[in-house]
């Protein structure tokens, strides 16, 4: 059975005696690190085999998958519940680090075993990493060097620098993101001359690992950078400036406040080209900045961006942008939404996405009573169908913003909702916590009572 387990379902290479792949000519042995490595997996395997083959069966098929565009975000969920999995899973993952055979799926699942022992805790395998540095393989030795880098080593400076000289080109970009994971701003001069190598991989991989370990004085020759890319690179610029904002000291925003800010205000200028998140998130950063500062650096060019995202057709975006404009001292924003919105209102009154609309903007503005209006409004004009359960759960949301404990036990009542949709609300209002013990009501329908 194990035999079987080894050679048709992890494919783990010379773990028997005399086995190896069909048409395959054995791996030479780069050190007895690599050896090592194997005996221990074969022993875990030995014992743990059955528990690990089950655990990982449904996931095998996944790991082949190109990690795309289309398929990063079900790979990355895919790839969280393996590493959840168990402890020993790393085992297995690093023997799979160097693959049976070099046709691309074999080179895929390598590849995502990397990004699945991002997740885990490979402390105690850095001396069988170490060794896979001498692996014949250039594919196997970025691999376990990008692993390598989640620690300080001694010498591995060098050792990253010689990779770069000495790595084949296709090698490069896996060599460029370690030195982003390494996290070492010493080393970002290495990375600034692939920002203008022709391989558009090289290039990718220097903008990410140099937003990865970038202090303030970076950011210029990445927003040049940036400026001839297109939305990716854009969006690890935003990335980087709300990291550079919490940074303290001269490697962050105070380092450098004027070129912080000219980088701040083109990206808000070119909102358009970021997703709805990422602009929202660089929305928040401003509001998150000193207002003075914003003043003083960004000036009217950022007042006049953000007065362009009022008419972005993300309300959230909106909202978000008239805030920032409230944070530096200028009250049109939330005016002119709000103004807009009861224009909307006026011509729908009768229609209850009017007044969730206008209540959303009220609930961002920290305007309680109002969007509570708004959302009661809303509930009576869909009274005559069945109401959107979400009208009772934002009704609830605003009554434990305002501590009203039993109103908000009645608004979730009347949603009637699941046991999940109940710890959903519980994560996302924290305020509901301060209201159990004021409201039997709320602690049985919570089962506390």
Partial sequence: ????????????????????????????????????????????????????????EPYLADLALEY?????EYLDKRFDEIAALDPDVALVLVEKLVPVRRDR????????????????????????????????????RGRALFLLTGFVHAGLDDTLQRMLREMPPAELPIVLRSI?????????????PFLERPEAAQRDAAFEALC??????????????????????????????????????????????????????????????????????????????????????GGQPLLDALDRLLENPYPEV???????????????????????????????????????????????????NDALRDYKEAITLSSRGRVDPNLYFAAARIEALKGNATGCARWLEKAEPTPKELARFRREVPELEALFDKSTALRKLYGLE
Avoid at 20 to 37: F, Y
Avoid at 180 to 192: D, H, I, K, P, T
Avoid at 223 to 251: D, F, S
Avoid at 281 to 295: E, F, H, I
């Fill in 212 to 297: 990865r370990i970038a202090t303030v004085k970076d950011l210029a020759v990445l927003h040049q950078a940036a400026a001839k890319g297109g939305p990716a690179e854009l969006e690890r610029l935003a990335v980087l400036l709300a990291r550079l904002q919490a940074v303290p000291g001269e490697r962050g925003f105070a380092g450098d406040p004027a070129l912080f800010f000219k980088v701040l205000v083109d990206l808000v200028d070119k909102g358009s080209v970021l997703s709805r998140d990422r602009l929202v998130d660089v929305l928040a950063l401003v509001r998150r900045l000193p207002a003075q500062a914003g003043k003083d650096q």
């Fill in 68 to 72: 795309s565009d289309k398929n990063k």
């Fill in 318 to 368: 909106q909202f978000e942008a008239a805030l920032a404009m409230e944070h530096l001292g200028q009250d049109d924003g939330t005016r002119k939404v709000l103004d807009r919105l009861n224009q909307f209102v006026r011509k729908n009154r009768r229609v209850a996405y009017a007044y969730v609309q206008r209540g959303r903007a009220h609930e961002a503005f920290g305007h309680w």
């Fill in 180 to 192: 982003g994971r390494y996290g070492r701003a010493e080393l970002g001069s290495f990375l600034v």
């Fill in 105 to 140: 799926p074999q080179r895929r699942i390598a590849d995502a075993c990397v990004r699945i022992l991002e997740r885990l805790d490979v402390a105690p395998l850095q001396k069988e990493l170490r060794g896979l540095l001498g692996h014949e393989d250039p594919e196997v």
């Fill in 1 to 56: 059975m194990l035999a079987t387990l080894l050679a048709t379902l992890l494919s783990l290479p010379g773990l028997q005696a005399g086995e190896q792949a069909p048409d395959t000519k054995p791996a030479a042995e780069p050190d007895d690190g690599w050896t090592a490595l194997r005996k221990r997996v074969a022993e875990r395997l030995a014992a743990d085999g059955k528990r690990l083959a089950k655990a990982l």
